[in-house]
T-cell receptor
Framework: SQTIHQWPATLVQPVGSPLSLECTVE??????LYWYRQAAGRGLQLLFY??????ISSEVPQNLSASRPQDRQFILSSKKLLLSDSGFYLC?????????????FGPGTRLTVL | QKEVEQNSGPLSVPEGAIASLNCTYS??????FFWYRQYSGKSPELIMF????GDKEDGRFTAQLNKASQYVSLLIRDSQPSDSATYLC???????????FGSGTQLTVLP
C-alpha cells in the first residue's frame, strides 16, 4: 500500500528565516505530487504540482519554491519567510494517469511565522 | 477561474439524522467530483468520488450528482458525533489537470 510522509509536523520560524518542508511517498512509482496551503478556516490553495522529476508547475506567485529531486520526494522551500506564509501545508500524491486522479494527502506541516 | 461553492456552515444535525452537504460548481464541462472529510487539525481524507449523474452509495454515505444543475451533494445517514468535521468538495479541472476545492462545510453532529 501507498504511504505519504511529511516533516516536520509543526514548525515555528521567525520572519526572514529560510524554510524547507519535505514530503516522500512510498509504495508507488512516478506519482503526481502536489503542495497545498490551507490558511486558518479556509480552503485548499494549490501552490505547486509535479508530474515528474525536475518538472514543477507553479500556481500562484509567491516567495516559495518547490523541487522534486527524486521520483517520490517533493520539497517546498523559501529563502525568506513572510508572516503571510503561516498556514497548514499539505503534500498530496495521485497516480498520475492523466485523468481525474484521486489525490491522497499527507499528515501536513503546521507552520507559524512570527 | 473555475469556482466551487459550498455553504461554510456550521451545519448542526442531531445524532441519527441525515446530514445533507451541498456543492455547486461553475464549469459545466466538469466530469469528476470528490468529497473529502477533514477533522480539525488533520489533513483531508477521501470519502468518495462520483463521475456519473445520479446516486452513488458507500456505507452511510451517498453522493448525488446532477450535471445539468451543476450540483453535487453528500448525504450522511445515521449521523454520528464522529462525523463532526469539515467536508470539502473538489472538482476535477480537466484543462488545468488539477482539483479545485471548495472552502468546506463544517458539520457538527449533536449527541
Amino acid at each position: 500500500s501507498q504511504t505519504i510522509h511529511q516533516w516536520p509536523a509543526t514548525l515555528v520560524q521567525p520572519v526572514g528565516s529560510p524554510l524547507s518542508l519535505e514530503c516522500t511517498v512510498e509504495g508507488t512509482s512516478n506519482p503526481n505530487l502536489y503542495w497545498y496551503r490551507q490558511a486558518a478556516g479556509r480552503g485548499l490553495q494549490l501552490l505547486f504540482y509535479s508530474v515528474g522529476i525536475g518538472q514543477i508547475s507553479s500556481e500562484v506567485p509567491q516567495n516559495l519554491s518547490a523541487s522534486r529531486p527524486q521520483d517520490r520526494q517533493f520539497i517546498l522551500s523559501s529563502k525568506k519567510l513572510l508572516l503571510s506564509d503561516s498556514g497548514f501545508y499539505l503534500c498530496a500524491w495521485s497516480a498520475g494517469t492523466g485523468g481525474p486522479d484521486t489525490q491522497y494527502f499527507g499528515p501536513g506541516t503546521r507552520l507559524t511565522v512570527l | 477561474q473555475k469556482e466551487v461553492e459550498q455553504n461554510s456552515g456550521p451545519l448542526s444535525v442531531p445524532e441519527g439524522a441525515i446530514a445533507s452537504l451541498n456543492c455547486t460548481y461553475s464549469d459545466r464541462g466538469s466530469q469528476s467530483f470528490f468529497w473529502y472529510r477533514q477533522y480539525s487539525g488533520k489533513s483531508p481524507e477521501l470519502i468518495m468520488f462520483i463521475y456519473s449523474n445520479g446516486d452513488k452509495e458507500d456505507g452511510r454515505f451517498t453522493a448525488q450528482l446532477n450535471k445539468a444543475s451543476q450540483y453535487v451533494s453528500l448525504l450522511i445517514r445515521d449521523s454520528q458525533p464522529s462525523d463532526s468535521a469539515t467536508y470539502l468538495c473538489a472538482v476535477w479541472d480537466g484543462s488545468a489537470r488539477q482539483l479545485t476545492f471548495g472552502s468546506g462545510t463544517q458539520l457538527t453532529v449533536l449527541p
